[in-house]
Nanobody, 121 residues
């Protein structure tokens, strides 16, 4: 079995910072891309940032220059450093890991339960 768990959400004032963490654990043969997505109330889930196993990154235009995704491969962990937060960043943040289990042939997507980020104005 595989588990993906996020942590680090909370309440912060506009202009503040938060650091989210996401750890994948279990019977993992290989961990490929890991990424962050968010879903605000009444809106669809949207892409935030992604990092490949080789360290290549991509960001949504709305967070470029403010958010930084990084990865600790030895720990199967990905981080999202969020600076200069704005009220419009308020959402539930979800981590997605694309990985191959020990017992599988192909890769699959695994999602965490989400962590709430609230930015007050």
């Amino acid at each position: 079995q595989v588990r993906v768990a996020e942590s680090g959400g909370g309440l912060v004032q506009s202009g503040g910072s938060l650091r989210l963490s996401c750890a994948a654990s279990g019977n993992i043969f290989r961990l490929y891309t890991m990424g962050w997505y968010r879903q605000a109330p009444g809106r669809q889930r949207e892409f935030v940032a992604v990092i490949s196993s080789g360290g290549n990154t991509s960001y949504a235009d709305s967070v470029k220059g403010r958010f930084t995704i990084s990865r600790a491969s030895a720990k199967n962990t990905v981080y999202l450093q969020m600076n200069n937060l704005k009220p419009e960043d308020t959402a539930d943040y979800y981590c997605k890991a694309i990985l191959r289990q020990l017992s599988s042939i192909g890769s699959e997507d695994y999602w965490g339960q989400g962590t709430q980020v609230t930015v007050s104005s």
